[in-house]
Every structure is written in structure tokens, then in C-alpha cells.
């Protein structure tokens, strides 16, 4: 059962489903048929070479998962 995302054309309400077979998915906000399946963010590929920066570690002070600094217990 894939995961998909859908924009609805009729109120532009964005939102995520789960198809079945071949389910035809609706609008949860205004029950509407047309949609637009948008491509998620785990699916897009980049051609970059950059290199990838991690993200910073947990404040050593109390763990927060923002980083050295993001709080108040320095």
C-alpha cells in the first residue's frame, strides 16, 4: 500500500493518502475527485556532487535535538 501525496484542484487542500489497488483517493477537505499527485520529497533524486552536511549533534547541556545552543541551560 503506497503512501501517496495529492493536491486537490478544486480548494488546493494538500494532503497524503494510502491507495489500495486502484482505489480512486478524494479530497478530505471538500470530497472533490480532481487531483494532482504531487512528488513526494523521498522520491526526488538530485544529479549534485555536493557534499552533504550532517545535521548538528543533541545539546550536550539537557539533549535537545535542535543543537549546542538551542536552549536556555547554557
Do not use: I, W
Not at 499527485?37 to 535535538?65: E, H, I, N, W, Y
Amino acid at each position: 500500500m503506497p503512501l501517496f501525496e495529492y493536491a486537490c484542484k478544486t480548494c488546493d487542500h494538500q494532503f497524503e493518502v494510502l491507495v489500495r489497488g486502484s482505489e480512486q483517493p478524494a479530497c478530505p477537505a471538500c470530497a472533490g475527485h480532481d487531483l494532482q499527485k504531487r512528488l513526494s520529497v523521498f522520491a526526488a533524486q538530485t544529479k549534485s556532487a555536493a557534499p552533504r552536511m550532517s545535521a548538528p549533534g543533541p545539546c550536550g547541556s539537557c539533549g535537545d535535538p535542535r543543537g549546542p545552543g538551542a536552549c536556555s541551560m547554557n
